[in-house]
């Protein structure tokens, strides 16, 4: 069992950057495949970028050249690095560990891209 905790979500204007940090406990943070996930109301969650235990990234083509996933298994911490921000990006982000197919969420973190 993990427990997960989003941060840094916030308010900023186009073209903008920010970081999303997710912190893990209760477990081995090494063993788990982590992933960021975004959904706005209405619409289905989508995932945006993951990073397996073995660091290979994945991207969602909306996101490639701007997102950047990162993980410190010291700090038991995944990140979500974000520039060039678009209003399109505007969404709640969750952050998503997976054991062996078992899946784990946070509570979710805003994220508003507006002028």
């Known amino acids: 069992q993990v427990q997960l905790v989003e941060s840094g979500g916030g308010l900023v204007q186009p073209g903008g950057s920010l970081r999303l940090s997710c912190a893990a406990h209760?477990?081995?943070?090494?063993?788990?495949?982590m992933a960021w996930y975004r959904q706005v109301p209405g619409k289905q969650r989508e995932l945006v970028a993951d990073i397996t235990r073995g660091d290979s990234t994945h991207y969602a083509n909306s996101v490639k050249g701007r997102f950047t996933i990162s993980r410190d298994n010291a700090k038991n911490a995944v990140y979500l690095q974000m520039n060039s921000l678009q209003p399109a990006d505007t969404a709640v982000y969750y952050c998503?560990?997976?054991?062996?197919?078992?899946?784990?969420w946070g509570q979710g973190t805003q994220v508003t891209v507006s002028s």
């Open positions: 998503n560990a997976d054991y062996s197919g078992r899946l784990f």
């Open positions: 209760g477990s081995i943070f090494s063993l788990y495949d």
